[in-house]
């Protein structure tokens, strides 16, 4: 069975960092493109970042480049968003989710259970 | 980056409606779109990809038509368990973009 399970999430100050990761299994997960999206409550969907299968492109949306890093460890199925500066704007669920390399028309083919960040003093 | 418009933000219709919802994209994104459905306290479920190709086990009242800036979801026939959110997604040159969604509620 595929999962995404995304852990990391919690309470955080602004100006303060915070590590999500995103656990990966029942797929090869070297072979997909690997995202990050978040939803602030009771709003929609905002795609962040993504980066490709051996880690050497990554892409970011304009409101986190600069403050947020996406990483992964193919050793580990593991996905990883460092998130530096937070504002309270940040707060959201962030989601994981994954696209297969080379699809023709690529979209998200699994998605995780998403992780709750709260960015407040 | 590529803006994605939704229309309508809501809509209130009655089991057995014919319902239909825009994305216009702000640059041609070819057939580079998706549409989901999300129902409260859950993840995105994958509808529609390339903009008219049925995800597989999706009900085929579900339909997704369009190409360029203008793209379209059908739903022929509403049932009970389609009253949800929908989100068009864009991923051209990989660089991806949601629309702000569509609330489709019970009249």
């Known amino acids: 069975e595929v999962q995404l399970v995304e852990s990391g999430g919690g309470l955080i100050q602004p100006g303060g960092s915070l590590r999500l990761s995103c656990t990966a299994s029942?797929?090869?997960?070297?072979?997909?493109?690997m995202h990050w999206v978040r939803q602030a409550p009771g709003k929609g969907l905002v795609w962040l970042s993504c980066?490709?299968?051996?880690?050497?492109?990554?892409r970011y949306a304009d409101s986190v480049r600069g403050r947020f890093t996406i990483s992964r460890d193919n050793t580990k199925n593991t996905l990883y968003l460092q998130m530096s500066s937070p504002r309270a704007e940040d707060t959201a669920l962030y989601y994981c989710?994954?696209?297969?390399?080379?699809?023709?028309?690529?979209?998200?083919?699994?998605w995780g259970q998403g992780t709750l960040v709260t960015v407040s003093s | 980056d590529i803006q994605m418009t939704q229309s309508p933000s809501s809509l209130s219709a009655s089991v057995g409606d014919r319902v239909t919802i825009t994305c216009r994209a702000s640059?041609?994104?070819?057939?580079?779109l998706n549409w989901y459905q999300q129902k409260p306290g859950k993840a995105p479920k994958l509808l529609i990809y390339?903009?008219?190709s049925l995800q597989s086990g999706v009900p085929s009242t579900f339909s997704g038509s369009g190409s360029g800036t203008e793209f379209t979801l059908t739903i022929s026939s509403l049932q009970p368990e389609d009253f949800a959110t929908y989100y068009c997604?864009?991923?051209?040159?990989?660089?991806?973009?949601f629309g702000q969604g569509t609330k489709v509620e019970i009249k």
């Open positions: 989710a994954s696209s297969l390399v080379g699809a023709s028309f690529p979209h998200f083919v699994s």
């Open positions: 029942g797929f090869t997960f070297s072979s997909y493109w």
């Open positions: 980066m490709n299968a051996d880690g050497s492109d990554t």
């Open positions: 640059q041609s994104i070819h057939t580079y």
């Open positions: 390339g903009a008219s």
């Open positions: 997604q864009q991923s051209h040159a990989m660089m991806w973009s």
